[in-house]
């Protein structure tokens, strides 16, 4: 009996440690460096981004973001904790451009953003459970 409750301990510790170890935690590792926008999902309607142009940047070291709309730069900083993450507020460059409304959006939607999510080479910048912005990785950096 005693045989069989040491092999069965031991069933369990192997289940047990095999479980743990199957799925990664994301870490503000992640999140670090460069990532092109895709998609944006703001007010009632969705919009994709079609000139590869529009990318963010994020600095762990430095605390700091930094990107491109599709005419204007921004910047700012940002505080993250896991996947909890708090931006803005965002600066910008003021040119004048045809796509400010779609600008002021992305800029906007970039300030409600508290939380995110990677899958794969993706990433997911949340407002709670609602995706605002879906991203492809472009370039990481170490930290």
């Not at 095999?18 to 990532?35: P, Q, R, V």
């Not at 070291?61 to 910047?75: I, P, Q, T, V």
């Not at 940002?78 to 965002?90: D, L």
Request: glycine letters at 8%; a positive charge; one cysteine or more.
């Amino acid at each position: 009996m005693k045989q069989f409750r040491n092999i069965a301990t031991a069933v369990a510790i192997l289940l047990l440690a095999a479980c743990g170890g199957s799925k990664k935690a994301e870490t503000n590792k992640d999140l670090n460096g460069e990532w092109q926008f895709v998609k944006m999902y703001a007010d009632t309607d969705s919009m994709l981004f079609t000139t590869a142009k529009e990318f963010i940047r994020f600095d762990l070291e430095k605390k700091s973001l930094s990107g491109k709309a599709s005419c204007n730069g921004f910047f700012g900083n940002f505080t993250s904790s896991g996947q909890q993450i708090k931006m803005g507020p965002i600066g910008s460059t003021m040119m004048a451009c045809a796509n400010l409304d779609t600008e002021n959006r992305m800029k906007k939607g970039l300030e409600t953003i508290d939380n995110w999510q990677v899958v794969g080479n993706k990433l997911y910048l949340k407002n709670g459970a609602t995706t605002v912005f879906e991203l492809d990785w472009k370039e990481k950096k170490s930290v």
